[in-house]
C-alpha cells in the first residue's frame, strides 16, 4: 500500500531514457519543488513543455504530497524524472532535483511561476550569446511588486540581488554544493528554510564566479518564498554573511540588514 511516506519514483529517466548535452545545445535542467499544489503543477508541466528550445529535461520532486499530484506525475509518461517523499524543506527538495539533473545548466521553476514567453530558453541558450565559459546567466522576473532587475556584484554584500527564477546556474557550480550541505567539512548542517539561494550567490560571488547578464525577462513569479517582513529571513541573511566572510567583514553589512527589517516591520 502506498502512503504518502513511501519514496516513488518514475518518468522517462526511470525507465532508462538519460537526455545528454549536444554540441552547441546543451541540455537544460529545469527543476519543480511541489507539495500539495496538483493544480498549479500542471500549468507548471504544459509550460514547460511549450518551451520551443528542445533540449530540456524537466525534474520534479514533490515533498510527499496528500492532494492528487502523486497520480498526476504517476499518470504522466512524457515527465523526465520525478520524485516523491516526503523532505525537510524547500531547498532538501531542490537538492534532490541537483542529484537528478543530468543537464549542463540548471534552472529552478517556481510550481506558481511561468516562463515570460514560450522562446525563452531558446533566445538564452539558441546560441546567440557566448556562454563557454559563464558560469552564470542573470535576467530579469516580473514580481507582484513590478520587474526584478537581477545584478550580481558588490550589492550581494547587503541582500540577494539575484532572483530565484531569474537565473540558469552552469552544472558545475553543484560540485561541490548543495544546499542543505555544510560548506565547509567538520561544520553542522543548518536548515535554511528562506536565504538558502542567498548563500548560494554570495558564495559564488566571493568565489568570482563567471556571469552574463541578459536584459531579457526570464519569468513572471505569482509568489514563491521571500523574508515577508519575517525576522526569520533576515537572521539567516545575516549568518550566512559571517559564515563567508566572517564577522569583522560582515558587521556593518548586518546593520543594514536590520534596518531593511525595522522598515519592512513599521511600513
Known sequence: MKTHRDRLNGGKKAGGLVKKSMPGSPLISIITVVHNAGDALVRTIDEVRKQTYPHKEHI????????????????????????????????????????????????????????????????????????E???????????????????????????????????????????????????????????????????LNLMLFLQGASCIYVDKTIARCQGGISMQGQLRGYMEEIHIRHEQMGFCKAIFFDLFTLLRYLYKKIS
Open 133 to 199: 565559459d559563464t558560469d552564470l546567466v542573470l535576467g530579469n522576473v516580473y514580481t507582484q511588486r513590478g520587474l526584478f532587475k537581477g545584478r550580481f556584484g558588490r550589492a550581494l554584500y547587503f541582500k540577494n540581488t539575484v532572483h530565484h527564477q531569474g537565473v540558469f546556474y552552469r552544472s558545475h557550480v553543484f560540485d561541490r554544493f548543495r544546499y542543505c550541505r555544510p560548506l565547509k567539512s567538520g561544520h553542522a548542517r543548518r536548515w535554511y528554510g528562506i536565504s538558502g539561494d542567498y548563500r
Open 60 to 131: 520534479i520532486i514533490d515533498g510527499g504530497s496528500t492532494d492528487g499530484t502523486l497520480e498526476i506525475l504517476e499518470n504522466d509518461s512524457d515527465i523526465d524524472y520525478w520524485l516523491s517523499e516526503v523532505d525537510q524543506g524547500i531547498y532538501d527538495a531542490m537538492d534532490k532535483g541537483i542529484e537528478a539533473a543530468d543537464g549542463s545548466w540548471l534552472y529552478f521553476l517556481g510550481v506558481d511561476d511561468v516562463f515570460n514567453s514560450r522562446d525563452t530558453l531558446e533566445s538564452i541558450y539558441g546560441g546567440r550569446f557566448m556562454l
